[in-house]
């Protein structure tokens, strides 16, 4: 397994220097500066993994490194991830990223059972953020699971960009 692991390292080729300026803008938007740094550095030697056979894209082999580095910069969630997980995920985010303390929404207000699809728990949570001058970004890959991010709400040309440019479509919680 490690040698194919190594064997598959070697044939990776170099990813877009656009898909990377994708990413960087991101980071750039969404990081806290002092994080910044190893984020950069990531990026700047990122791989294309279209073609791996563990992860079909670099967007989940930059997902699978978001989520071992706990950066709190872009996560994925199942459509029916408990609250309590989007809530631990926006509440690091803001502090990280932005120095910022929120009230949160009260999970328990949605009934047992909720999740991060049931009605107006998005929306709630987003309502938060903007009143910070943040809002919740979303990466559409056409499925049932939901890839969100903070970012501040002046920035949201250039994060739209961004996401296109890396190969998705974003959207807002409306």
């Known amino acids: 397994?490690?040698?194919?692991?190594?064997?598959?390292?070697?044939?990776?080729?170099?990813?877009?220097?656009?898909?990377?300026?994708?990413?960087?803008?991101?980071?750039?938007?969404?990081?806290?500066?002092?994080?910044?740094?190893?984020?950069?550095?990531?990026?700047?030697?990122?791989?294309?993994?279209?073609?791996?056979?563990?992860?079909?894209?670099?967007?989940?082999y930059v997902l699978d490194y978001l989520e071992k580095e706990q950066l709190f910069f872009i996560k994925f969630f199942d459509w029916k991830q408990d609250i309590n997980d989007l809530e631990y995920f926006i509440d690091n985010a803001v502090q990280k990223h932005f120095e910022l303390s929120l009230s949160l929404p009260n999970s328990e207000t949605y009934?047992?059972?909720?999740?991060?699809?049931?009605?107006?728990?998005?929306?709630?949570?987003?309502?938060?953020?903007?009143?910070?001058?943040?809002?919740?970004?979303?990466?559409?890959?056409?499925?049932?699971?939901?890839?969100?991010?903070?970012h501040k709400i002046e920035a949201i040309d250039c994060i739209d960009e961004a996401v296109q440019i890396i190969g998705f479509d974003y959207y807002e919680i409306d």
């Open 1 to 60: 397994l490690l040698m194919n692991n190594s064997k598959s390292k070697i044939n990776l080729r170099e990813l877009s220097e656009e898909e990377k300026q994708g990413y960087l803008t991101l980071v750039s938007n969404c990081v806290h500066p002092t994080l910044q740094p190893q984020l950069l550095e990531f990026f700047h030697s990122l791989k294309d993994y279209s073609d791996d056979d563990r992860y079909f894209s670099t967007f989940n």
């Open 111 to 150: 009934g047992a059972g909720a999740s991060i699809s049931s009605a107006d728990v998005l929306n709630d949570y987003d309502d938060c953020l903007r009143a910070y001058g943040l809002q919740i970004g979303c990466i559409d890959t056409e499925s049932d699971e939901y890839v969100l991010f903070v």
